[in-house]
């Protein structure tokens, strides 16, 4: 069985751009959540979808967006990159929730 | 402001030793803990779970326990291994959801 997939892993941006990042999660698995961690604030919840629906979201401002597709794909963007944003992006899979959340490898983000 | 790494308690052990590492969270409400392994480059891995209804659970080689009325958990390794060494989280999260609210970690080191 295939974990889950990111994509990009490592990516560079400068300031004021844009990025999206995508998650494949395990099949069969509906709910996807993402998480933000950098060594300053550790991991830090960004938000959860489910069958499509945005079901919780973190404290993070609204440049940070994300959205769940009909096959429980998922894609997260985030507008006007600042330095701060660099991080490693990890994306979680789950069946049913609470649960046990399989996450991706990440995607390593830095903002120039 | 500046940021302020999180500083990451560490515990180092001898290979064959036991290894306890301690979490500390931080919402009484909260009524399912997972703990999580992270080796580097990787995302965290799942390594056992238990419900507020508990105080301990077992699974191999790992046991957690749970002290709700100081708010504790505790992950004890058995017979620790090189292949243990790696950054251990505790979460919590709080009804049907997966916002897990992650703790700083904790890097334990094994000596061969």
């Known amino acids: 069985k295939a974990g889950v997939t990111q994509t990009p892993r490592y990516l560079i941006k400068t300031r004021g751009q844009q990025v999206t990042l995508s998650c494949s999660p395990i099949?069969?698995?509906?709910?996807v959540s993402w998480y933000q961690q950098t060594p300053g604030q550790g991991l830090q919840f960004l938000f959860e979808?489910?069958?499509?629906?945005?079901?919780n979201k973190g404290n993070f401002p609204g440049r940070f967006s994300g959205r769940q597709f009909s096959n429980s794909r998922s894609e997260m963007n985030v507008s006007t990159l600042e330095l701060g944003d660099s991080a490693l992006y990890l994306c979680a899979s789950s069946q049913g929730t609470p649960g046990e959340l399989f996450f991706g490898e990440g995607s390593r983000l830095t903002v120039l | 402001g500046e940021s302020v790494g999180l500083h990451l308690p560490t515990l180092s052990v001898q290979e064959g030793d036991n290894s306890i590492i301690n979490c500390a969270y931080s919402n009484s409400a909260s009524d399912y803990f997972i703990w999580y392994k992270q080796e580097s480059g990787k995302g965290p891995q799942f390594i056992i779970d238990i419900r507020s209804n508990m105080d301990k659970r077992q699974g191999q080689r790992v046991t957690v326990l749970l002290n709700k009325t100081v708010k504790h958990l505790s992950l004890q390794i058995a017979a620790t291994q090189p292949g243990d060494s790696a950054v251990y989280f505790c979460?919590?999260?709080?009804?049907?959801?997966?916002?897990?609210?992650f703790g700083a970690g904790t890097r334990l080191t094994v000596k061969p």
């Open positions: 099949s069969g698995h509906r709910s």
């Open positions: 979460a919590e999260t709080l009804g049907n959801n997966n916002d897990m609210r």
């Open positions: 979808y489910f069958s499509e629906t945005q079901r």
